[in-house]
């Protein structure tokens, strides 16, 4: 029993600390940059579907809070996405998100929070406030990519 907990405790400890440049081989380099665009783009497709759904041309209320719940889970941890290392390759992360990563921290967190605002308007029903909440969501995602995203 006792080993049993130690174990336990290595293993908690490993899943806590940081992951650094050298751990990572080219393959889960890879591996993140494909997994956080894959994140990125279902974070599009939602708020594409969330702005279908407020244009008043598709009759589908229900459908909404499935986008929301999808967002404010999305939005979850983003710096995990980008462990140091993951910095070349197809990607288009600009290096301050690793020189400049408490800012980049800051950015998560500020969507993180708006997702959340989101999925709670989506909840309360009120359309101008779903509408308020949605265009902040968006103004959040501008604003990290603005700083830490590489325009094409
Ligand atoms: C904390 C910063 C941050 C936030 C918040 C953020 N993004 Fe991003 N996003 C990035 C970075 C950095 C990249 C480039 C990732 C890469 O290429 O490795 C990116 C890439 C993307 C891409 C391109 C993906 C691809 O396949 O190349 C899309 C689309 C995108 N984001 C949409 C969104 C949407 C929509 C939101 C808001 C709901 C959002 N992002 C919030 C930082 C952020």
């Not at 404010?72 to 390759?89: C, H, K, R, V, Y």
């Amino acid at each position: 029993m006792r080993q049993l907990i130690l174990t336990l405790g290595c293993v908690g400890l490993l899943a806590a600390s940081p992951i650094h440049a050298e751990d990572l081989s080219a393959e889960s380099i890879e591996g993140y940059i494909k997994y956080r665009d894959k994140v990125m783009d279902a974070a599009s497709a939602n708020m594409g579907g969330i702005a279908k759904l407020l244009s008043g041309h598709v009759n589908l209320p229900g459908r909404m809070a499935g986008h929301a719940q999808a967002l404010e889970n999305l939005m979850t941890d983003i710096p995990a996405l980008f462990p140091e290392g993951s910095d070349f390759g197809e990607t288009d992360a600009k290096a301050e998100v690793w020189s400049d990563s408490k800012k980049f921290s800051l950015a998560a967190e500020t969507a993180q929070g708006k997702a959340k605002m989101l999925n709670e308007a989506v909840t309360g029903g009120d359309k101008k406030a779903i509408a308020a909440a949605f265009k902040d969501l968006g103004g959040s995602c501008k604003a990290c990519h603005k700083k830490f995203k590489a325009k094409h």
